[in-house]
């Protein structure tokens, strides 16, 4: 199963299309996940001529995402549970935040966003994936994305490139 994570798109406002880069990743996935900060359904209908798409609302999005996707989910996919949310808020870091959004729960791996910072570790048994984003790298050298493969376990990895057109 190949399941393409991203993050912080903030289309139109920062990127008119889709990244090639990204494109290129996403063909052949069977899953996007998108970890909020979309910015505009646009980017949910471009996405979804791929794949199935998957996500939470982050702090930029409009009523109508916050409607459509809610602020966190937990997915189920090969057995593994991966908790998803954006991770904004006002106490901690961003990846404390996510990691508390599923504090009372069993997760396996936990995808946030919102810091535009690609993060990929392992705290208490459990996967934490920043993806960054493909389109607003902000102080970050690159622009990034996440591809997960699941077969009994979680792989993941990064991708980065250097140009978003």
Known sequence: MKIVIISDTHMPKMAKKLP??????????????HAGD????DVYDELSQYTTVEGVSGNVD???????????????LNGKRIGVVHGHGK???TEKRAIDAFKDEHMDM???????????????GVLLLNPGSPTDKRRQPRFS?????????????????????
């Open 20 to 33: 090639d880069s990204l494109v290129e990743g996403l063909k052949g996935a069977d899953l996007i996940i």
């Open 38 to 41: 979309w910015q505009t359904l």
């Open 62 to 76: 409009g009523t109508d995402i916050k409607e459509k996707f809610g602020e966190k989910i937990i997915l189920e």
């Open 91 to 93: 106490k901690g870091t």
């Open 110 to 124: 936990i995808i946030f966003g919102h810091s535009h910072i690609p993060v990929k570790k392992e705290m208490d």
């Open 145 to 165: 994305y996440g591809l997960m493969y699941i077969t009994d376990t979680i792989h993941v990895e990064h991708v980065f490139y250097d140009n978003k057109g």
